[in-house]
């Protein structure tokens, strides 16, 4: 079956440090990987689509400055959260699709806490 | 552009009772809809999905949701609600042929014993 893997699954960083996430697609090809942020109590914004051979398209509010995200193949996806502060707090998700006319995939997510 | 309305951020009910979770969207268009569960503390478990044929979908722990064209629901059933079901539901949508979901604000449902 086609299962998503995100890792860390939890962590922490001192504020004004960066961290690094992964997403691992298993048993499907990753054309696009989505990453996500649950905020505290919020519900799942999306801060960047990445698709194969198409630029990665970040949402309002989310920058590659702040958020640079790599997908270099299909199967893989990294995001970082650099000069994390504590209103980047929350729950990371990755979900990832193989073609356009399919379903996506989450993983169960990072969660960052910023101290 | 896609839509996901989740009118109620709290329910309450006993356990043993019925539940309705109420999920409206609004696209044009052919979607994918879908429901996930997330309790506290952990990530997205996935429910059930809608993308065509018989409009009742069934879904894991007794859960189904039945969507509608006419009303643009896609509503979340239980006949009889455990403790453990107490959680976060979300409610999605993504236009097929796109790539991105878009979240309902999610809610809260508590089973009291």
């Known amino acids: 079956g086609a299962l998503v893997y995100q890792y860390p699954r939890r962590t922490i960083c001192k504020s004004g440090t960066s961290m690094r996430m992964e997403c691992q697609a298993v048993?499907?090809?990753?054309?696009?990987v989505a990453w996500y942020r649950q905020s505290p109590q919020k519900t799942f914004e999306l801060i960047a689509l990445s698709t194969v051979n198409s630029a990665i398209k970040y949402e309002q509010n989310f920058t590659q400055e702040k958020f640079p995200i790599s997908h270099p193949n299909l199967s893989f996806s990294s995001m970082t959260v650099l000069n994390a502060y504590l209103e980047d707090r929350g729950l990371y998700l990755c979900?990832?699709?193989?073609?356009?006319?399919?379903?996506?995939?989450f993983g169960k997510g990072t969660r960052l806490t910023v101290v | 552009t896609q839509t996901v309305s989740q009118s109620d951020a709290h329910v309450t009910v006993f356990e043993g009772d019925s539940v309705e979770l109420r999920c409206n969207y609004s696209y044009g268009g052919s979607i994918y809809l879908s429901w996930y569960i997330q309790h506290h503390g952990r990530g997205l478990q996935f429910l059930l999905k809608?993308?065509?044929?018989?409009?009742v979908v069934q879904g894991v722990n007794g859960f189904k949701a039945e969507f509608s064209k006419s009303d643009s629901s896609f509503h979340l059933r239980k006949a009889s609600v455990h403790w453990s079901d107490s959680a976060v539901y979300f409610c999605?949508?993504?236009?097929?042929?796109?790539?991105?979901?878009?979240f309902g604000s999610g809610t809260r449902l508590l089973v009291s014993p």
């Open positions: 979900g990832a699709k193989q073609g356009a006319n399919t379903e996506v995939f």
């Open positions: 048993g499907f090809q990753a054309t696009s």
């Open positions: 809608y993308y065509s044929g018989n409009p």
């Open positions: 999605a949508v993504s236009a097929t042929g796109g790539y991105k979901v878009v």
